[in-house]
């Protein structure tokens, strides 16, 4: 049994909240396979007991899938999973977006591959201003949105409280930063919900915000621990060793008992946060006052 709660849709004659489901394993597109459509539920299931850390309006159906990682450019998607993902989208009738990472200089010729099979009109969820440029030189039919790493915020789980969220705050609605993604044919944001943060933290950004749920992440770097485990000790901790996608098989949970911290996990070079009930809360919130037009889901 869940106690997922819901919240109603305003009379405010804005649309309905978009809601999409991210996947990072694209051996697990075999699963999202078995249905001729996707629901909420279907979503939601995908979170496990991290389900009751979402809050969801009661009209929000599915409308996106995405695919790939944010954070590591080993996980790029093959072109033979872009291929099924698109074609599955098809048939759900949903937008398909290709997720992409921080780029090296070999990532370029791979991702140039994933992205010629992608339909005019799928999104590119970019972290790399980099790949932002290729998308908007090459693929001009695509829609590139601005990925979490682009979209820099304090979101630290150990800020012992709301002072220290508020002595740093975002540049979100800077100039500069608008006249950055306007350049690059950005036109949309997806972001995190920080710790301690408010609903109307997203007010005032003169773009389509989506905020991803259950999860936030902390921060990343180029070193993955797992993957180092099973390296002689000279080779440890650095760069450049063969992926075996370890991340993929496991998750690393963090706890210190007694602190008023969220659960936090480390899966491969990323490090996460779980959202309590009530960042949820807040979300919906944010929702609600049209703040915030799409949700996606995802894990750690």
Not at 79 to 104: H, K, M, N, Q, Y
Not at 174 to 183: H, S, W
């Amino acid at each position: 049994m869940t106690n997922m709660m819901h919240t109603p849709t305003p009379n405010s004659g804005t649309r309905p909240i978009e809601l999409g489901f991210a996947l990072v394993d694209e051996r697990e597109l075999a699963a999202f396979a078995r249905h001729d459509r996707l629901t909420r539920d279907d979503y939601l299931d995908q979170l496990g007991e991290a389900r009751d850390c979402v809050t969801l309006p009661d009209d929000a159906e599915p409308t996106h899938f995405f695919l790939g990682s944010e954070f590591c450019e080993h996980l790029l998607p093959s072109v033979e999973a872009v291929d099924r993902a698109v074609a599955l989208c098809e048939r759900w009738g949903l937008t398909f977006g290709l997720v992409t990472p921080i780029a090296c200089d070999g990532l370029f010729d791979p991702l140039r591959a994933a992205l010629q099979r992608l339909p005019a009109g799928s999104e590119v969820t970019v972290n790399d201003w980099g790949v932002a440029r290729l998308v908007q030189r090459e693929f001009p039919a695509l829609r590139p949105v601005a990925g979490r790493l682009l979209g820099k915020m304090l979101k630290d789980p150990r800020l012992p409280s709301a002072t220290w969220a508020r002595m740093y705050p975002n540049g979100l609605r800077a100039g500069p930063f608008r006249d950055i993604l306007d350049g690059l044919g950005i036109g949309r944001l997806e972001l995190d919900f920080p710790p301690f943060g408010a609903a109307d933290m997203y007010a005032g950004i003169d773009f389509p915000v989506g905020v991803r749920a259950p999860y936030g992440y902390i921060a990343k770097g180029r070193i993955c621990k797992l993957g180092s485990l099973s390296l002689d000790t000279p080779e440890k901790f650095s760069p450049g060793h063969k992926c075996r996608r370890e991340c993929l098989g496991f998750n690393e949970v963090g706890a210190r008992p007694g602190t008023h911290e969220l659960p936090t996990s480390q899966r491969g070079n990323t490090m996460y946060y779980r959202h309590a009930q009530g960042m949820a809360a807040a979300v919906a919130e944010a929702v609600n006052n049209g703040w915030v037009s799409r949700i996606v889901l995802s894990g750690a």
